[in-house]
């Protein structure tokens, strides 16, 4: 059984585990499944918006999936949420990837 499948068992058993839809998402990613990571991430962040590594993650998904003016709007959402919550730590590591794309992509 691949790792994937044990998250996916783990999710059945447990729904609402942040964690475990988080990790889902990650190996997806690491498949180079982008399209499916994305789908996880946003019911991730309907499921809980206060998930902050969420924010990262699906941003880079969306850039991977040259998706930028979404990659823009889930950084800036996940900057606002970080800050809310104190968390200076996130919201600085999401303006330095929101930096990153804008450098990349010249807005």
Same mark, same amino acid.
């Given at each position: 059984?691949?790792?994937? #499948?044990?998250?996916? #068992? ?9 964690? /475990? ?18 789908? /996880?991430? #946003? ?11 969420? !924010? !990262? ?6 850039? #991977? ?22 968390? /200076? ?19």
């Amino acid at each position: 059984m691949s790792r994937l #499948e044990k998250l996916q #068992e783990f999710l059945i058993q447990d729904p609402s585990d942040s964690f /475990t839809r988080y990790a889902i998402g990650l190996e997806y990613m690491s498949a180079k499944d982008f399209e499916t990571a994305a789908l /996880t991430f #946003e019911e991730l962040l309907r499921l809980d918006p206060d998930y902050l590594a969420t !924010y !990262y993650q699906l941003g880079a998904v969306y850039n #991977e999936l040259a998706r930028m003016d979404e990659a823009r709007a889930i950084y800036n959402r996940g900057i606002a949420v970080a800050r809310k919550a104190g968390d /200076t730590h996130a919201a600085s590591e999401l303006e330095a990837a929101l930096d990153e794309i804008e450098e990349d992509y010249e807005v």
